[in-house]
């Protein structure tokens, strides 16, 4: 128990404490002395004590490895861990070894053990002599430790993940059978998704286990597995952030006056939704195509059609509920008005404003782009007005306009913006 008093020094020190400083009514300065230098064990009552003087948790005094030098530590091995080669492994190993041996606990331990059990492997599959150097080297000793400490610390992707290592190792050894079962084991524990990483997991081993069930001749169980694999990874979108990315890009290029660029990135949405083959997303790419069409490419005739046949399909559509669907369809009517604007159908673009205004939401605050990508159906409200001789109405519309984007002054929707008041106003 030397170690409890050599933490309780280097905490002291590091927080510029004197002995005094720690010492209370129940615990003396003799009797911090001795602690500090090994020559008395603390009972949990004074341990306790000395932990509210220091301000630490008590686990940071009775920790044979200070949690800081974990995380060095760690830190150092999974940089070694992702450098090629083989010698990176091994120091990696070297690093690690000495202090599993002291059978240490928390995140930082489990991840320890895990990456100490995937180096072990890594060198029985490509490097058998220096895997054999090692004295210690079951790693299913290891992957199971952490697997017990990611479970206390109920971190169950974690622990999925482990399971997915054992069972790529039974899959390596053609044990199919074996592959199978723990895979099966591992999906009953998965009980909550609720994450990108175990949502990642499940997907990966459906398709682990589907291959291992083509590999034992049961294609029909196999395919299955896949067929929930891809329904599971297209209605919970693992990858929509990627596609929100190129969407994203696709706009800054537009806004940029760079077209070129910007339809790289359209193109790269458009080949996402196509594999995803989800409905939502689908309509989220066509509503902003309408939009970009109408906009930026000044192909008015394209937009109408695709605004149209996207109002279509939402209202054909069964997976929304009614009143989910009327909300929804409102920024696509929205839509299809200024496309009408743009086509000098004033009329019908007007009653289609009146009847699908766009508002706000009051208890969130949108960001800056989709705030302003609402907003200006006001200005395209406004050339209506304008044209069908309610000038009024038109100037206080496109004005709304204007104030609303001041914060993108150079934005090319803020540049329309001012541009429709000039004209309203030139009367």
């Known amino acids: 128990m030397t170690h409890v008093g050599e933490n309780i020094r280097r ?47 008590i686990s940071e005094l009775v920790e044979e490895v200070p949690r800081e030098k974990m995380k060095s530590t760690l830190k150092q091995a999974i940089e070694l861990w992702q450098q090629p080669g083989i010698q990176p492994k091994v120091d990696a190993a070297t690093l690690l070894s000495p202090i599993l041996e002291k059978e240490p606990s928390g995140y930082e331990a489990a991840r320890m053990y895990e990456i100490y059990a995937r180096i072990l492997y890594h060198l029985y599959v490509l490097a058998i002599d220096q895997y054999n150097e090692i004295e210690e080297n079951d790693w299913e000793v290891f992957i199971g430790e952490a697997i017990n400490l990611y479970r206390d610390l109920q971190m169950d992707w974690r622990v999925i993940e482990c399971q997915g290592f054992l069972a790529d190792i039974q899959f390596d050894k053609a044990n199919y059978f074996g592959t199978v079962e723990i895979i099966d ?7 909550v998704m609720d994450s990108l990483e175990t949502k990642s997991m499940y997907i990966k081993l459906l398709g682990t286990k589907a291959i291992a069930l083509v590999s034992l001749g049961q294609y029909g169980e ?25 969407n994203l890009r696709s706009f800054f290029y537009y806004d940029s006056q760079q077209p070129e660029k910007a339809r790289e990135y359209v193109e790269g949405c458009s080949l996402f939704v196509q594999l995803i ?35 279509g399909k939402i209202e054909a ?19 299809l008005a200024r496309v009408l604007t743009r086509l000098e159908r004033y009329e019908e673009a007007l009653s289609l404003f009146e009847e699908n205004p766009i508002i706000l939401p009051e208890r969130i605050q949108l960001n800056p782009i989709d705030a302003a990508l609402r907003v200006l159906s006001n200005s395209y409200e406004a050339l209506c007005h304008y044209h069908l001789g309610n000038p009024k109405k038109a ?3 496109a004005r709304s306009t204007v104030e609303q984007l001041h914060n993108m002054p150079h934005s090319s929707l803020y540049h329309f913006g001012r541009e429709v008041l000039s004209k ?3 009367k």
């Open 395 to 397: 100037e206080e519309l």
């Open 185 to 191: 084991q591992a999906l009953e524990e998965l009980s």
């Open 11 to 57: 905490i002291r020190t590091a927080k510029n404490m004197t002995i005094s400083d720690v010492a209370n009514e129940h615990v003396s300065r003799g009797m911090i002395s001795l602690i500090e230098n090994g020559k008395t064990q603390p009972s949990i009552e004074r341990l306790q004590h000395i932990a509210r003087q220091l301000d630490v948790d």
């Open 277 to 311: 083959k989800h409905e939502s997303l689908s309509f989220d790419f066509e509503l902003n195509q309408v939009f970009r069409e109408e906009f930026y490419e000044k192909d008015y005739l394209k937009a109408l059609a695709i605004a149209e046949q996207l109002i």
């Open 317 to 335: 559509s069964v997976k929304f509920p009614k009143e989910v669907k009327g909300e929804f369809i409102t920024m696509p009517k929205s839509l």
């Open 222 to 246: 196999a395919h299955k597995q896949l067929d929930d694999a891809i329904h599971f990874a297209r209605e919970q979108l693992v990858m929509d952030q990627y596609y929100n990315l190129l």
């Open 424 to 426: 309203v106003m030139s």
